[in-house]
């Protein structure tokens, strides 16, 4: 079945510093998504990236899709307290939505 | 804004017992979704449903089945409770584009 590969599993950075996590595919998305979950809470929605090579940025975050639509990288620029917690992609295969397993991060004060 | 809501934030059930958990959706939404999320393996979909009686096998069906008579609620249901389904249990609603997730069931079986 399809998969989305997501790494790092787990990421701890001094505040301030940058972060990056990657998802790739072996096929073809349709489009991908990105979730951002707080320590217990629940996954909540960010973006959408639908188009070939496209860029989005909120705030500090930046959102990147692929040329080829099988990679998308989430970049946070000087991260900060609040930016604690699981960021997951989610490939959109047709009707279906497959989520990577996320990346975990951790930001030192 | 879209709530979702599930029926119990906690659960501890014994093996071998029937669960059911439930949820319900504000938004009248077509689509809904069962995902169980285990450490280091992200969100697994076990069972979805795009109309009313109508569902569909995810990735992880087995050992459970699931129930949708009304549009704003979808029930996933454990015939027979395992050690190995203890998990957070989180329901999805969703128009066409993004999901929207209710707060999860921490479901532990003993």
């Known amino acids: 079945g399809q998969q989305v590969m997501q790494i790092p599993q787990y990421q701890h950075v001094q505040e301030g510093e940058d972060f990056t996590t990657y998802c790739n595919s072996s096929t073809t998305l349709s489009n991908i998504q990105w979730y951002k979950q707080r320590p217990g809470g629940h996954p909540v929605f960010l973006i959408q990236l639908v188009k070939s090579g496209e860029v989005k940025k909120q705030k500090r975050l930046t959102f990147q899709f692929g040329e080829a639509k099988k990679n998308s990288s989430l970049h946070i620029t000087a991260t900060q307290t609040t930016d604690v917690g699981t960021y997951f992609c989610?490939?959109?295969?047709?009707?279906?939505?497959?989520f990577g397993a996320g990346t975990i991060l951790r930001v030192k004060s | 804004d879209v709530k979702v809501t599930q029926s119990s934030r906690y659960l501890v059930k014994r093996t071998g017992e029937k669960v059911f958990l439930e949820c319900v959706q504000d938004m009248d939404h077509e689509n809904m979704f069962w995902y169980r999320q285990d450490p280091g393996l992200g969100l697994r979909l076990i069972y979805f449903?795009?109309?009313?009686?109508?569902?569909e096998k995810g990735d992880i069906p087995e050992g459970y089945s699931v129930s949708r008579e009304k549009k704003e609620r979808f029930s996933l249901i454990l015939e027979s409770a395992s050690t190995n389904q203890t998990s957070m249990y989180l329901c999805?609603?969703?128009?066409?584009?993004?999901?929207?997730f209710g707060p999860g069931t921490r479901l532990t079986v003993t």
């Open positions: 999805a609603s969703s128009p066409p584009l993004e999901q929207y």
């Open positions: 989610a490939g959109r295969y047709g009707n279906k939505l497959v």
């Open positions: 449903s795009y109309d009313v009686k109508m569902k």
